[in-house]
């Protein structure tokens, strides 16, 4: 049975940090791709980054590019979001998905994704 799990959200400042995880078991992240995802109340679902684990390529939302940063934990079967100079905008539930292919910085969806529950960010002095 497969899982993903998010974690690493909470409440920071503006202009703080975080570091989001998403674990996966159950399938290797391997030659998969890896997308995160944001929900704010009210507002649509956004793509925020995706990387395909397999060559290390990602890519990012403009909004965030330049302070949000993937990286891969192969032994851990993991792939973490650090995230910097965060803003109030920022707030939203966070969530990871994995599928087989990005499309730009968003994880296609077409083909199916296993998706974690989310990780509630909430940036606020």
């Known amino acids: 049975q497969v899982h993903v799990v998010e974690s690493g959200g909470g409440l920071v400042q503006p202009g703080g940090s975080l570091r989001l995880s998403c674990a996966a078991s159950?399938?290797?992240?391997?030659?998969?791709?890896v997308g995160w995802f944001r929900q704010a109340p009210g507002k649509e679902r956004e793509g925020l980054s995706c990387v395909s684990v397999s060559d290390g390529k990602g890519d990012y939302r403009e909004t965030v590019k330049g302070r949000f940063t993937m990286s891969i934990d192969s032994a851990k079967n993991t792939v973490h979001l650090d995230m910097d100079n965060l803003r109030a905008e920022d707030t939203a539930l966070y969530r990871c998905?994995?599928?087989?292919?990005?499309?730009?910085?968003?994880?296609?969806?077409?083909?199916?994704?296993?998706w974690g529950q989310g990780t509630q960010v909430t940036v606020s002095s």
């Open positions: 159950g399938l290797s992240l391997d030659y998969r791709a």
């Open positions: 998905a994995v599928a087989e292919l990005c499309s730009d910085y968003v994880l296609d969806l077409d083909s199916g994704a296993y």
